[in-house]
């Protein structure tokens, strides 16, 4: 087995409202398509530990850490900004969504797997350093990242962020640490409102307009993110997996399909294997049409584990 699945089900107590888009039912969504498809029994499956405040320290600055802590509540809704909110299972779903990231890096540098999958939410790549943002709270993708650079000394480390919104708090804590590369793909202008005048050597933002098809992803991909990728011979690459992109999703306008998905996961297969031993981690971000999302993403998973397509 090629490809660890990181979960844990305290990830599907953490509520913000009855009508939320990012709801419990996305991970329940995407485990019944691995379930239908026989999928699970061809994947490791581990349960996600908790985030150690050391781990999330990393990232965050002390006294927000402190500041969840404290706000989290026992009972009801704590709102930490329009679009996101804690309720009482929140900080324990956000703990164990970043212990995935840590595990799963584990599991893949200590080669008991090619790649892993962190089937977890909420989300983590809006939140910064000292911030929660766009349904995220703690940044696990980030976590995940520097626990690979400081725990296995890595000195190079990529970023594939497909999500529709593009990673600003990723962007945030990595802006200035040359031995990371975010490479971001995302529809603009559009929420969060930043990156398109992000240029550095290892910050690759690449926008895409409303409307823009497959081929106009795979172009950006192409000319912009492969040879950025392929100059700084990443030692891991790590996935911001967003399946927001669909062309079914609701709460975006581009319009990729489950094939784009099954492109991109072979790309970073391509790369991961040209430079980095094979090593992935991919983290769940968006994506919130829940028969789209299943589909895209069992896609994805199926490619990770190097399995042919559903007919």
């Known amino acids: 087995m090629s490809t660890a699945l990181v979960t844990h089900p305290d990830t599907l107590l953490h509520v913000m409202d009855g009508k939320h888009p990012e709801s419990p039912a996305r991970i329940t969504a995407i485990l019944d398509a691995l379930s239908e498809q026989a999928l699970l029994d061809q994947l490791q499956r581990h349960q996600a530990p908790q985030a150690t405040d050391q781990d999330l320290q990393r990232v965050h600055d002390p006294a927000y850490i402190r500041h969840i802590r404290s706000i989290s509540p026992r009972a009801g809704i704590v709102r930490l900004d329009p679009d996101t909110a804690m309720g009482p299972m929140s900080l324990s779903a956000c703990l164990h969504a970043a212990g995935a990231a840590i595990k799963a890096v584990d599991l893949v540098m200590q080669q008991h797997v090619e790649n892993a999958f962190c089937c ?6 809006h939140a910064g350093k000292a911030n929660a943002a766009g349904f995220c709270i703690f940044n696990h993708i980030a976590i995940g990242v520097a ?14 962020d497909f999500d529709v919104h593009h990673g600003d708090g990723t962007e945030d804590i990595f802006r200035d640490d040359e031995r990371v590369m975010l490479c971001s793909t995302f529809q603009h202008p559009f929420y969060p409102h930043r990156g398109a005048e992000t240029r550095s050597n290892h910050i690759i933002n690449v926008p895409l307009a409303a409307g823009s098809d497959g081929e106009a992803f795979r172009q950006a991909v192409l000319q912009h993110i492969s040879p950025a990728l392929q100059r700084f011979r990443p030692q891991m690459l790590f996935i911001s997996a967003g399946f927001d992109a669909h062309e079914k999703d609701p709460l975006a306008q581009l319009q990729l399909t489950v094939h ?8 970073a297969l391509s790369i991961a294997e040209q430079h980095a031993e094979k ?9 919130y049409h829940l028969p789209s999302l299943a589909q895209a993403a069992s896609m994805h998973i199926r490619t ?3 399995l042919p397509a559903l007919s």
């Open 120 to 125: 977890v939410r909420p989300p983590g790549h």
């Open 147 to 160: 626990h690979a650079l400081e725990i296995y000394g890595l000195k190079r480390v990529a970023i594939l």
């Open 260 to 267: 784009d998905y099954r492109w991109i996961t072979e790309f």
């Open 279 to 287: 090593r992935i981690v991919s983290l769940l971000e968006g994506g």
């Open 304 to 306: 990770l584990a190097r």
